[in-house]
């Protein structure tokens, strides 16, 4: 048996690729664009694009796309075939550079919030050469070079989620570079980089299972179901042993992931029955989002094979814990070094703290945006519905850094709990606790140990809306900081009693960030309105961040999105959930009608007769007009809220009624069947 990790890239035009194929000077101009972000050499376009079609062919392929990120969430592709007549009768094939760096999809169909009239309607895309090209396979054999592109409007309107990903990323890169120079690292044009690492949560669900559920396929959630009487209470399932068929489909899944570059690392069971998690290394932030889009469709194709359903929605089954994607972020500085670890020597900790301090700053400024950043319609039922984290965003740092925040704020005076006080640039911080220890599952954004964990996004989201929002406010964080301090140098004042004042008016100004208690108390809501943090509870509030001026401001400052590029995603979204929670309205009206009132009149006609069971069928009736009004209340109602709130009166009566009704009655699989696979 060929051993799956030796397959680990084989179809991905990565560098050992491109190193192999392409002339020395081409290969060093394509280098050079990748690790400098400096502007693509068109020149050597056309010997890329014949290496790299000459490659794919090689390995079975016919077409090449360009594969885009629109504002759906989703990825597209449009296939275009190598092909051309070469008027003899016959073909030849050919790929230009042209054809490589510019695309032209008629992408007409593709939300544009408003940006672009249909007569307007071209869309273009543009090669991102920083991520790597990659074969898709597809059972029946057709194999598709997918080329990672951006996807914009005539005069480069942004309409996708990777354009201002890398927007965000060069902002961001810039601004550390900065940072890195007060602190005496100098490295050219290097970039700094995003670093992120997303783990994914995920459901299966057997496809005979599915096929009976017409709420999950068209809603991707159950809309009924009472509570299975064992779920998750037992804490078993949590890294328990994987069964047979569940391991074969992670062993098949890790090997699709391998060769196409995708670094999967872990695997295991999750909280739920039948919930199961994938993490990979972490990569460059654009790659690693790229591999995060692979990876969803990977598990969706993969699951198909062996006969399973990956459920991705954030909220498959109420009542037991839904799925997220844990956004691990960080910076590699020019140096290539993690700049979220702290380092060895006084000097590098004086950096670490700008920068932890940068983040609090950054968080507390736009903690409204971060949630706004995680606002879909599935998410709504995982945020602040006590098990995912709150939708309260705050910081978690630790007892122990926190008490070097304090130190710091305090001005180095000495401290009551460490012992002795902290100097910046001249003492060492305490040997801070790396990796899993002293973990606050409750918060939201914790800093561990060498990393920052943003545990709000969805598991059926694209990353790249959170972490344009962290890249800019970061970015911003930074350059404030930046700015007064070389301010403060300029006028002469020493480098770290400057950098000592900075930090703890910063400190002052945003400490209330800072949560280290359990984030799904009652005491920290009442706490954090009292502090004045946001808590937006649900999506349509949420999106309203994106139209105040702080939110316009500070994406149109660092040029991540214009004030039409954001109003273009406020309007798609806002369209978006309004449209979900609308084809969730009539779903549920539609299985109460044509598959629960039926079941419920057959059982209670069936047990009217029988005078034992009198009782039973009273409850029943009562449920019955309950569920009968309930459907009547549900249609009545046009706007998302009231939807949302007559979807749930009706889901009581009915998970009520599935209580009573006879089992072999009830019109679709139940919890218990569905959660134990
Ligand atoms: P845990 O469950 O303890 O959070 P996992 O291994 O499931 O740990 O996930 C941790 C994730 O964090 C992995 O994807 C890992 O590669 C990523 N990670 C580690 N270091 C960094 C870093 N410097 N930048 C971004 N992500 C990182
Ligand atoms: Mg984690």
Known sequence: MKNAIEGFGENVFGLPVMEARLSAPTFASLKKTIDTGSMLDASIADEVAESMKEWA?????????????????????????FIFPDFKGGIVTAFSGEELIQGEPDASSFPSGGLRA???????????????????????????????????????????????????????????VRLGKLFGIDCGDTMAKATLGSEQEYFLLD??????????????????????CKHQQLDDHYFGSITTRVAAFMADLDSELWKLGVPAKTRHNEVCPAQFELAPVFETLNVSVDHNMITMEVLRTTAEKHGFVC???????????????????????????????????PHENAKFMTIIVALMKAVDTHADLLRSSVATAGNDHRLGANEAPPAIVSVFLGDQLTDVVE????????????????????????????????????????FVGNRFEFRAVGSNQSPAGANIVLNTIVAEAFDEICTELEAAVAEGKEFNAALQEILAAAIKQHKRILFNGDGYTDEWLDEAAKLGLPNLVSTPEAL????????????????????????????????TYETLIAIEASAAADIAKTMIIPAAVTAITEYSVVPAVAGISGEMSSLLEQVVSGVAALEAVGEPAGQVAAMNGLRASVDALEALVPADLWPMPTYAEMLFI
């Open 57 to 81: 062919m090689e390995k079975g392929v016919t077409h090449y796309t360009h594969w885009f990120q629109p504002l759906t969430g989703a990825t597209a592709e449009k296939h275009d075939s």
């Open 207 to 228: 496809q005979d299972l599915y096929a009976e559920r017409p709420d999950l396929q068209q809603t991707g959630r159950t809309l009924f179901g009472k509570a299975s």
């Open 407 to 446: 130190q710091i704020e305090a001005g180095g005076a000495s401290s009551s709990k460490e012992g002795g006080s902290i100097h910046l640039g001249v003492d060492l911080l305490p040997k801070l606790p790396r990796g899993n220890t002293d973990r606050n599952r409750t918060s939201p954004f914790a």
């Open 311 to 345: 459920l991705l929605h954030e909220k498959p089954f109420a009542g037991v814990n839904g799925s997220g994607k844990h956004n691990n972020w960080s910076i590699s500085g020019p140096d290539g070094k993690n700049w979220l670890k702290p380092g060895d020597n």
């Open 544 to 575: 309203e961040v994106l139209n105040t001026q702080k939110a316009k401001d500070v994406f149109a400052k660092y040029g991540v999105l214009s004030n039409e590029e954001l109003e273009s995603r406020y309007n798609t979204y806002k369209e």
């Open 118 to 176: 249909t007569f307007e309607a071209r869309g273009y895309t543009g090669w991102d050469p920083t991520s790597p090209a990659f074969i898709k396979y597809a059972d029946a054999g057709a194999a598709t070079l997918c080329i990672p592109t951006v996807f914009c409007g005539y005069n480069g309107e942004a309409l996708d989620k990777k354009t201002p990903l890398l927007r965000s990323m060069k902002v961001l890169s810039e601004q550390t």
